[in-house]
């Protein structure tokens, strides 16, 4: 089991920048598949950002991203601290949505699917005002 919090979220103006944290606790988190998705009102969850499950601790994975954010965000891991965070830079009003961690552990590596991630966070709100 694996437990999955979430802060960082806030209102920003378009152009600024959050950081978002998700700090995981119950397993060793370095084995995790780790991804942000986002859900809108309205819409369906998407992916945002995913990084590799790593063998060494020291090791912090091969990452991907969603064409709307790529360049823009930046998703990291630190395995001592098992904590997974977002950069997230030049924010627009479209990336306004609910944000929410997942951990993977037998699913494909940096799935973009849901169904992939058997734990999920519980969400922090990002706003960015135009």
């Known amino acids: 089991q694996v437990q999955l919090v979430e802060t960082g979220g806030g209102l920003v103006q378009a152009g600024g920048s959050l950081r978002l944290s998700c700090a995981a606790s119950?397993?060793?988190?370095?084995?995790?598949?780790m991804a942000w998705f986002r859900q809108a009102p309205g819409k369906e969850r998407e992916f945002v950002a995913g990084?590799?499950?790593?063998?060494?601790?020291?090791?912090?994975?091969?990452?991907s991203y969603a064409d709307s954010v790529n360049g823009r965000f930046t998703i990291s891991r630190d395995n001592v601290k098992d904590t997974l965070s977002l950069q997230m830079n030049s924010l627009k009003p479209e990336d306004t949505a609910e944000y929410y961690c997942?951990?993977?552990?037998?699913?494909?590596?940096?799935?973009?699917?849901?169904?992939?991630?058997?734990?999920w966070g519980q969400g922090t709100q990002v706003t960015v005002s135009s």
């Open positions: 997942a951990a993977s552990r037998a699913g494909y590596d940096k799935s973009i699917a849901t169904n992939d991630y058997e734990y």
């Open positions: 119950g397993r060793i988190f370095s084995i995790y598949s």
């Open positions: 990084i590799s499950r790593t063998s060494l601790t020291w090791i912090s994975g091969s990452t």
